[in-house]
């Protein structure tokens, strides 16, 4: 495969849409989340027994190819992907796995793309926090399982219960009623008490 000159990495943010970038090693998910219109929405990729750095790069390439024509700010919060993909060229020609999904990724792109690096879970108020704490709660399952339409008000209500008081999973199964298998999953997908 010839290396082709990686134009679309722009140096300035883009005029167009936010993808925001996340992974999880321990639920294997890569995942793309963007808000739409209001409405918040999530692209998940599963794939058990790989790296939590080959599923950062999965979910960055899943942003780069759903959009290859619009103009796209990509925000990560894996310094590893971000720093491939601002490189340039030279770094992508590398001959690891990572670099050749980006690479590929780019090269069928025919638009600009801005990456973003973000610290994950610094608090910090404004879109690029909340869009990274979404893209981090879908990479730890607890948006999908609210955003599930075959669960049920119970289960719901406890993931709602768990996000504001972050209660231990038997106190979450005697609050809410659920069984405490169901409650020791709810907590372990969460980014802050799963630690």
């Not at 936010?18 to 989340?33: G, L, P």
């Not at 490189?87 to 690891?96: D, F, I, K, Q």
């Amino acid at each position: 495969l010839p290396i082709l000159p990686v134009q679309q990495v722009a140096k300035h943010p883009n005029d167009g849409r936010t993808i925001f970038t996340d992974a999880s090693s321990k639920t294997s998910r890569a995942v793309c989340v963007w808000r739409e219109d209001g409405v918040w929405h999530q692209v998940v990729y599963t794939e058990p027994s790989r790296s939590v750095q080959i599923l950062e790069a999965k979910a960055a390439t899943m942003a780069l190819s759903r959009w290859p024509t619009e103009p796209l700010n990509v925000v990560m919060d894996s310094l590893y992907v971000y720093k491939l993909l601002v490189a340039g060229e030279w770094a992508l020609a590398s001959s690891t796995e990572i670099a050749g999904m980006l690479l590929n990724a780019l090269q069928l792109r025919s638009a600009p793309v801005f990456p973003v690096h973000v610290t994950s879970h610094s608090g910090l108020p404004g879109l690029s926090a909340e869009g990274n704490s979404r893209a981090d709660q879908a990479a730890q399952a607890l948006l999908a399982a609210v955003d599930d339409r075959n669960i049920t008000p119970t289960t719901a209500r406890a993931v709602t219960l768990h996000r504001l008081l972050h209660c231990g999973p038997r106190g979450l199964a005697v609050l809410t009623g659920i069984p405490c298998a169901e409650a020791k999953e709810i907590v372990a997908a969460c980014p802050h008490c799963a630690q």
